[in-house]
């Protein structure tokens, strides 16, 4: 799967954004969709996940609420949806493909090329 991350740009907190990843090649549904996110000098960190389907969802707890993911099979998309940014947001985030554990990142197969986010305050 290729995976063709967009959306990023820079926004003041209380704004929002909409990342999307569009994917192609293997199969797109066949994949749990992971979004995860890496601020300069941190380690990358989970922020959600869906699974093939798109019946299950799970987020990073400082998002709940906020951050909202969802698919589109027939458009082979993935979508992210950002309300309420905070300047703790500010990230580059990344999208990813797995067939096994949305949790663990050493499961995701396939990566996007990221797109940064900036929020400021």
């Known amino acids: 799967v290729q995976l063709q991350a967009s959306g990023g740009g820079l926004v003041q907190a209380g704004d929002s954004l909409r990342l999307s990843c569009a994917g192609s090649g293997r199969t797109f549904s066949n994949y749990n969709m992971g979004w995860f996110r890496q601020a300069p000098g941190k380690e990358r960190d989970f922020v959600s996940a869906?699974?093939?389907?798109?019946?299950?969802?799970y987020y990073e707890d400082s998002v709940k609420g906020r951050f909202t993911i969802s698919r589109d099979n027939a458009k082979n998309t993935v979508y992210l949806q950002m309300n309420s940014l905070k300047p703790e947001d500010t990230a580059v985030y990344y999208c990813?493909?797995?067939?096994?554990?949305?949790?663990?990142?050493?499961?995701?197969?396939?990566w996007g090329q990221g797109t940064l986010v900036t929020v400021s305050s």
């Open positions: 869906i699974s093939w389907s798109g019946g299950r969802t």
């Open positions: 990813a493909a797995t067939r096994g554990s949305y949790s663990k990142i050493t499961a995701y197969e396939y």
